[in-house]
Each structure stands twice: as structure tokens, then as C-alpha cells.
Nanobody, 124 residues
Framework: QVQLVESGGGLVQTGGSLRLSCTAS????????VGWFRQAPGKEGVVVGA????????YYADSVKGRFTISKDNTNNTMYLEMNSLKPEDTALYYC?????????????????WGKGTQVTVSA
């Protein structure tokens, strides 16, 4: 059974930084693509970033491009989301996800395993 557990969320001021981590158990992340999603109150979950199995192909939502960086460490079976220059509109519950496929993908339906989320709150 694959489990994904996020950590690193919290309260930060506008302009601050956070690093989210997501550790997988039950299976290696190595051969598979991963992604980060977020869901703000009253809104649908949307992709923030997606990464192919070897990190060679990345996707970022326009709203975070240039500020967020997605990565994975296959040795530690962990994926990361580095978030800089945070804005109040980045406030959301952030989820990590893993595909049973090596290619990155944007849509929620392409992912097979999900974490429960970690809350990020950016104060004005």
C-alpha cells in the first residue's frame, strides 16, 4: 500500500518562503512522475507543479512560475515543493501525488496516489 505524507506547511508572511516535503512509503518514487496540487477554500484543486520520473520534464502553473520549484530525491523517496515570494493568494491546502507512469501530467485524474495535505497560510 502506497502512502504519501506531506510536511512543511505553516503560516508565513507575504514574501516569505516554505519548503514542502512529501515522503512515500510502500513503493519507490524513482520510476514514477509526481505532482503537487493545492485547494483553496471554496475552490477546486488545481495543479501547482508536475515532474517526470527523472526530473527532465517539469510543468508549473502560470500563477507560481518563477517562484515555486518542484523536485524529487529518489534516494530518500521524497518529493519537494520549494515556495518563494509567497503571496496571500497562495494560501491553500497543498497535496502531493504520484502517478503509476513516468511522464508528468497536469490533470488530477492522471494521479493514482495522494497525500492528505498540508496547510499553507500566507498573511498579508
Amino acid at each position: 500500500q502506497v502512502q504519501l505524507v506531506e510536511s512543511g506547511g505553516g503560516l508565513v508572511q507575504t514574501g516569505g518562503s516554505l519548503r514542502l516535503s512529501c515522503t512515500a512509503s510502500g513503493r519507490s518514487l524513482g520510476p514514477f512522475a509526481v505532482g503537487w496540487f493545492r485547494q483553496a477554500p471554496g475552490k477546486e484543486g488545481v495543479v501547482v507543479g508536475a515532474l517526470s520520473w527523472n526530473g527532465s520534464h517539469k510543468y508549473y502553473a502560470d500563477s507560481v512560475k518563477g517562484r515555486f520549484t518542484i523536485s524529487k530525491d529518489n534516494t530518500n523517496n521524497t518529493m519537494y515543493l520549494e515556495m518563494n515570494s509567497l503571496k496571500p493568494e497562495d494560501t491553500a491546502l497543498y497535496y502531493c501525488a504520484e502517478r503509476r507512469d513516468p511522464s508528468r501530467a497536469r490533470g488530477r485524474g492522471y494521479y493514482d496516489y495522494w497525500g492528505k495535505g498540508t496547510q499553507v497560510t500566507v498573511s498579508a
